[in-house]
């Protein structure tokens, strides 16, 4: 199963700016639906994405794709 951090990430990007990070603005700043980031979020619900919006995530995140998705075994 793949897993997104998004959850992670954002708590690390909040941590850094020492600021709050709403979904709307990772949304709005990274070009990926806000509804597919909460479906990407929910673990218990399984969601295809596009490259490009992992491209995005990775972009607004600064970081690499491993960060962003891993692979979990069922």
Not at 34 to 49: E, H, V
Request: proline share 1%.
């Amino acid at each position: 199963m793949i897993r997104f951090k998004i959850k992670e990430l954002i708590a690390e990007k909040e941590f850094k700016e020492r600021r709050k990070i709403t979904l709307q603005e990772v949304a709005d700043s990274a070009g990926v639906n806000r509804s597919a980031l909460s479906k990407m979020m929910n673990p218990s619900y399984k969601y295809s994405t596009t490259t490009k919006a992992i491209n995005s995530l990775c972009v607004y995140f600064d970081c690499n794709v491993e960060d962003v998705i891993s692979y979990v075994k069922d």
